[in-house]
């Protein structure tokens, strides 16, 4: 009986870190708004690629490709098949759209779901802007996590046809 709770243990501990990174890259996504272009370089690095859009506006792309991660696989008795525990996506490209050197949104696309919560493989290309806040970052606080989900990304503030944000 010991060694079964254990397994489940082991198995339920793996499910677990990809909501938790999965978090963490959406709270990015949130903290991130309002930063500056010099700020998002010390704490994220220089971007992988930067596409102009404008004469005030631009995206930076950020790719992470950590390499397979193929999990744990746990094979049912009785020949009914098998489950696997712990296995994610295989990268992620962080968009992030600089308008007047401000950071004005955020967007991750790729193979980047993990078993539990979408986008966790994204989690490690910002990871640095949320251990160590630089100062032009939302401050996070309780409440911010209350806004941040491991299954969806947080809403877009809305961008004018230019790429700024748009004001009311």
């Known amino acids: 009986m010991m060694r079964k709770t254990s397994v489940l243990a082991s198995a339920l501990l793996l499910t677990a870190c990809g909501y938790g990174a999965s978090r963490d890259a959406h709270l990015a996504q949130i903290s991130m708004i309002g930063m500056s272009s010099a700020d998002l370089l010390a704490c994220a690095g220089p971007a992988a690629k930067s596409t102009r ?96 989900s491991g299954f969806h990304s947080p809403a877009v503030p809305p961008q004018t046809s230019e790429g700024e944000t748009w004001q009311p």
């Open 53 to 148: 859009i404008n004469s005030v506006a631009h995206v930076d792309s950020y790719i992470y490709n950590p390499g397979s991660n193929n999990g744990l696989t746990v094979t049912l008795p009785l020949d009914l098949g098998g489950v696997n525990l712990g296995a994610s996506g295989t990268g992620c490209i962080a968009s992030v759209r600089i308008v007047r050197n401000t950071v004005t949104e955020i967007h991750y696309t790729g193979s980047n779901d993990m078993t539990i919560g979408d986008e966790g493989v994204c989690d490690p290309i910002f990871r640095g802007c949320l251990r160590q806040p630089e100062a032009t970052m939302q401050p996070v606080n309780g409440s911010d996590y209350d806004k941040s």
